[in-house]
Each structure stands twice: as structure tokens, then as C-alpha cells.
């Protein structure tokens, strides 16, 4: 079956440091794939996406490319803010239904 | 533009109860999927509703029910609740319309303790 895996938190950075959360997937076919961040006592914010192999999805800072041959998608930021701090769920939609599969989630902790 | 809304945004309940919990989709939308979020775990897909059918269902038991109606708005219930139903109840919406590469958002979360 799918499945998606990311690396475990809780990371901890300093302010402006750089961020990498890694992120593989297993899936039959070509999923699109996802990164969603979740604040504190909130839903989910879509952060970025990337529809087919080689797309880059990018906002806020934030960078993932979709990478077919490694089976991943990476998110990465240049330069953190302490506002960063979040867990970051990294997703899949291998169906035109739309059902989303999350990894289990990184949390990342930013210090002044 | 109100983006997607649930209620309530919490809930505590004994075992045994029933629950039900509501959203309302993003404007535009008109598709609704149901996710539970355990504590300290990525969210899991429980169903999704089109057209006010259940069109694609997770591994949940048939204790968790949906519905969805003509204005889209969907509800979530929960029959003979278990201490393992405690968790946060996300609801997102989509639009099939928009094509198959739809993006899902998210509302804020329904948060259910089972006592």
C-alpha cells in the first residue's frame, strides 16, 4: 500500500538557520504530494504541493521538489523565524478521489 | 471568503455516547473529507462525501458514520464512543469540479475527549 514516511522530531534550530525535513514516500503510480504545516491548536495550512515528478512547490521560504528516481520530497528553508515553529506533515494523494495520506509528522522547534 | 468551519471546537463525552460533529466547506466547494488525529500522530483519512455519497472510506468500523447535504455541509457521527475516539476531528473540503488535482483545506479541527 502507500505509505509515507519523515524523519522524526522534535528538531531544534536556532533563528535563521537552515531547515531540512526529509520526506520518502511508497506509492504505485504518480501521487502528488504534499506538505502541510499545523500551529498549536489548529487545523491544518496547506504550505506547498507538487503535482508530477521534477515540479518544485515553494511558499513562505519554503522549498520541496518532487523527485521521482529517490521516491522523495524534502522541504527545506534558508533561513528559520522562531514564527516557524510547527509540525510539519508530509502527504500523498494517489487517487483522483482525493484522499490525503500523512506521515506522522516533524516537529520543529525555533529559538530565539 | 469564510474558508472551511467546523463546530464545535470541543467536545467531552462518556463511553458509550454518541457524538456528532458538523462542517461547513469553503465556499466553492463540494466535496468534504473527514480525518481523525490522534495525539502526536499525522491525521488519518476516515471517509469522503461527493454528490451526498460516501465515495471513498478508510479503515474506520461502521461505528463512524457521515452525511452530507444539498449546501455540502457534511456531519460526522460516532456511535458507542471508545476511549480511543479521543482525538482531534479535522474536516476538509475540496472542489471536484475544479479537476482532478483539487487541493484539500482544512478547517480547525473538532477536538473530542472521551472520558
Known amino acids: 500500500g502507500n505509505s509515507v514516511t519523515q524523519m522524526e522530531g522534535p528538531v531544534t534550530l536556532s533563528e535563521e538557520a537552515f531547515l531540512t525535513i526529509n520526506c520518502t514516500y511508497t506509492?504505485?503510480?504518480?501521487?502528488?504530494l504534499f506538505w502541510y504545516v499545523q500551529y498549536p491548536g489548529e487545523g491544518l495550512q496547506l504550505l506547498l504541493k507538487?503535482?508530477?515528478?521534477?515540479d518544485k512547490g515553494s511558499n513562505k521560504g519554503f522549498e520541496a521538489t518532487y523527485r521521482k528516481e529517490t521516491t522523495s520530497f524534502h522541504l527545506e528553508k534558508g533561513s528559520v523565524q522562531v514564527s516557524d515553529s510547527a509540525v510539519y506533515f508530509c502527504?500523498?494523494?494517489?487517487?483522483?478521489?482525493?484522499?490525503?495520506?500523512f506521515g506522522a509528522g516533524t516537529q520543529v522547534v525555533v529559538t530565539p | 471568503d469564510a474558508g472551511v468551519t467546523q463546530s464545535p471546537t470541543h467536545l467531552i463525552k462518556t463511553r458509550g455516547q454518541q457524538v456528532t460533529l458538523r462542517c461547513s466547506p469553503k465556499?466553492?466547494?463540494?466535496?468534504v473529507s473527514w480525518y481523525q488525529q490522534a495525539l502526536g500522530q499525522g491525521p488519518q483519512f476516515i471517509f469522503q462525501?461527493?454528490?451526498?455519497?460516501?465515495?471513498q472510506r478508510g479503515n474506520f468500523p461502521d461505528r463512524f458514520s457521515g452525511h452530507q447535504f444539498p449546501n455540502y455541509s457534511s456531519e460526522l457521527n460516532v456511535n458507542a464512543l471508545l476511549l480511543g475516539d479521543s482525538a482531534l476531528y479535522l474536516c476538509?473540503?475540496?472542489?471536484?469540479?475544479?479537476?482532478?488535482?483539487?487541493?484539500?483545506?482544512f478547517g480547525p479541527g473538532t477536538r473530542l475527549l472521551v472520558l
Open positions: 462525501y461527493y454528490e451526498e455519497e460516501e465515495r
Open positions: 476538509a473540503s475540496s472542489s471536484r469540479l475544479a479537476g482532478g488535482q483539487e487541493t484539500q483545506y
Open positions: 506509492a504505485t503510480g504518480y501521487p502528488s
Open positions: 502527504a500523498l494523494r494517489a487517487d483522483s478521489w482525493g484522499k490525503l495520506q
Open positions: 507538487a503535482t508530477k515528478a521534477d
Open positions: 465556499s466553492g466547494h463540494d466535496t
